[in-house]
C-alpha cells in the first residue's frame, strides 16, 4: 500500500490530477473485492469521479466546468452502497496521496511564481511571511503524508484527513494572490481535488457535507 500510495501522489506531482486519479484508481481496481467491478464500485455514494478518458461509454455523467478543464468526471453509481468497506478506506487514502501530489505541484508553481516577483527590490520568495507559509505547508504535507500512510481506518478519521487537505490547498491558493481564483490558473485543481474527495470519501463522518 505504501508503495501504491507513493506512486499515486508522485504521478500527480508531476502530471497532474487527471493522472494521479487514473493511478490511484487503477491500482484500487485490482483489489480482489472489485474484481470485474471496476474501482467505482468503491464509491461510498452515487457518483464517482473518473478521469474523462476512463470513463464507461454509455454512463451518466455529471460535469463541472472547473473539473472539465481538468479532465474530471463525475458518472453516476447506480444501486445500493455499501458502507465502511475496506475499499472505501483505501480509496480514500489513495485520493489524499493524489491531492498531496497536486499540492506539492501547486506550491512548486507558487514558489516560481514568488520568485520572479518582487518587492523592495526583494523576491517576494525572501519575505519572511512567505517563507514562514511555505515552510508551513511543507511541514502539514509531512504529517499528512504520514497520516495516510499510516492513520486509521475509521471514516472520520479518513473525513478529517481530507477536511484538512482542503485547508492545505486554500493555504497555496492564497500564495498565488488574486490569480489563484480565475478558472484558467492551474491553481483550479486544488479546488477539483476537493470535488474528487467528496465523492470518494464519508465526508459527513468529518462533520462536512459532501
Known amino acids: 500500500m505504501t508503495t501504491l500510495l507513493h506512486r499515486a501522489e508522485r504521478t500527480a506531482r508531476q502530471e497532474g490530477l487527471a493522472a494521479g486519479l487514473a493511478a490511484a484508481l487503477s491500482a ?4 480482489p473485492a472489485l474484481s470485474g467491478r471496476g474501482a467505482a464500485a468503491a464509491a461510498p ?3 464517482a469521479a473518473l478521469p474523462a478518458p476512463d470513463v464507461p461509454p454509455g454512463a451518466r455523467v455529471r460535469t463541472h466546468p472547473l473539473a472539465d478543464r481538468e479532465e474530471i468526471a463525475f458518472v453516476a453509481c447506480p444501486g445500493p452502497r455499501p458502507a465502511g468497506t475496506p475499499e472505501q478506506a483505501e ?3 489513495l485520493i489524499a496521496a493524489v491531492r498531496l501530489g497536486i499540492v506539492r505541484r501547486l506550491l512548486d508553481e507558487a514558489v516560481e ?3 520572479e516577483r518582487t518587492a523592495g527590490d526583494e523576491p517576494l520568495i525572501r519575505k519572511q511571511l512567505i517563507t514562514g507559509a511555505v515552510a508551513d505547508i511543507i511541514a502539514e504535507v509531512e ?3 504520514e497520516h495516510a500512510l499510516t492513520g486509521d ?4 478519521a479518513l473525513a478529517d484527513l481530507h477536511n484538512r487537505l482542503d485547508d492545505l490547498g ?3 491558493a492564497k500564495l498565488f494572490g488574486a490569480s489563484g ?10 479546488y477539483v481535488s476537493a470535488l474528487v474527495a467528496n465523492v470518494w470519501t464519508d465526508r459527513q463522518q468529518g462533520g462536512q457535507a459532501a
Request: charged share 25%; aromatic share 10%.
Open 170 to 172: 486554500w493555504q497555496v
Open 45 to 47: 455514494g452515487p457518483w
Open 143 to 145: 504529517l499528512l503524508r
Open 113 to 115: 511564481h514568488l520568485s
Open 153 to 156: 481506518d475509521d471514516p472520520e
Open 181 to 190: 481564483y480565475i478558472a484558467d490558473h492551474p491553481a483550479r485543481a486544488l
Open 28 to 31: 484500487l481496481s485490482e483489489r
Open 91 to 93: 480509496a480514500a487514502r
